[in-house]
């Protein structure tokens, strides 16, 4: 036996009572589904879960969140002087891929010590997005307040 390997006793173990076939430990509020189940109401909680993390994550990349407190459930109601909304999972995957392949494409032709920061832009149906990583956000921010005229420090 290695020792990555986790024994659980065969006593412990169910069989979810969903009907997705898993034989397990129970888990998962008050029907005690096992881990891993696919029934909806465990896949929702997961998905629920994930984009609620990635929320929290966005608010405080975004200073909308002092750290230390929690983000709020809906975007809606956080507080600042920014109005946001956050996607993650199957919905972010195409927005994510296209901004890496323009980044990439960008990074090829970057001149050498060229510390500019970097911004995607998307133009379809007369709409123009700017997508851009949000570690950097305070060095884009300088750099277009700069691109417009601004002195800025």
Do not use: W
Request: proline share 4%; hydrophobic share 35%; with cysteine.
């Amino acid at each position: 036996m290695q020792s990555d390997d986790v024994v659980v006793p065969l006593d412990r173990k169910v069989d979810c009572p969903c009907g997705c076939g898993l034989f397990g430990v129970a888990r998962y509020g008050r029907l005690k589904h096992c881990r891993g189940c696919t029934c909806r109401s465990c896949s929702g909680r997961r998905v629920r879960s994930l984009g609620h993390k990635s929320q929290g994550k966005a608010a405080h990349k975004l200073g909308l969140v002092p750290s230390g407190r929690k983000a709020r459930s809906n975007e809606e109601d956080e507080a600042g002087a920014l109005r946001y909304e956050n996607k993650t999972g199957r919905v972010a995957r195409p927005v994510i891929t296209a901004f890496r392949n323009v980044r990439a494409q960008s990074e090829a032709t970057r001149p050498f010590g060229d510390v500019r920061p970097f911004l995607a832009t998307f133009d379809a149906d007369g709409l123009h997005v700017g997508v851009f990583d949000l570690d950097h956000q305070v060095e884009l921010a300088l750099a277009i307040l700069r691109n417009h005229g601004f002195e800025v420090g």
